[in-house]
């Protein structure tokens, strides 16, 4: 569904907005300036206490887009993506690129190790070159090799753990004996009959109506739940998420007695 179409501001809303952000941002500047810290904590003027202000302000520009988006929850938004992207490239040279290719080749210990390390290497830097071949209109079509290389390799070791993760550690609980107390006997029928009735429900071959119906329509039931426990999940951790840039905003920035 598209996003809805937001009305377009009149000038004077545009001013009346702007007047706004200027006086939260002097509002917050503010505070940061009048709230006292304890003496034996860092200084404001510290890296730890900017980091701190720098911190609380990002959080409550990105919590701003609650009200409506604004100029500077896109500044705080293309922040977030450049320093992302920046942190990614600096990962890759550390934990990639340096230690298995430059170390390797230019800073080897003798001859023969950079021999040795080239004679391991040449396959993946050509598949590296070709991934950059991406950025020409007219040699783009090179890319497709190690693409090509890639997915496969993914989907070597993707489906055999797809494949034991949710479809035979799936079937182990559902042909298990029903043994033990009564709790574990009552779990191993609603596993059974969930699996069955929920792979019945996507079998299509059958029209589902008679007793058919009915499996289906208890394999819809199992569905529901299992989607209402997994979106209650979500909401849950995104909860969390909340109430630790709260505790943040109240223990670190305005230093509150939690």
Known sequence: MAAPIQ?????????????VLIACAL??????IA?????DGPSKLSMEGIGVFVAAGLTLIMYSFLYR????????ENLYVGVSLGYGAMMTWYLSLKPEVVDPLVFAPTGEARVDALLHRTVPILLGFLLLTRLSRKHGWLSRY???????????????????????????PSVQPLTGN???????VVILVGTVSVLFYFFFSVEHKGAGGAVSRVG???????????FGYTVMGRVSLLIGRVVFLLRDWLQLNL
């Open 146 to 172: 190690a693409y090509t290389i890639m997915i496969g390799w993914g989907a070597g070791i993707g489906i055999p753990i797809v494949v034991h993760t949710y479809i035979l550690k799936q079937l182990g």
């Open 7 to 19: 009305p377009e501001r009149t000038p004077a809303q545009r001013v009346a907005e702007t007047a």
């Open 27 to 32: 509002g917050f500047l503010a505070a940061c």
């Open 182 to 188: 009564v709790w574990d006997i009552l779990g191993g």
């Open 220 to 230: 819809i039931w199992f569905l529901m739940v299992s989607f209402g426990a997994s």
């Open 35 to 39: 709230i006292p810290w304890p003496k």
């Open 69 to 76: 988006d604004n100029p500077l929850f896109k500044v705080a």
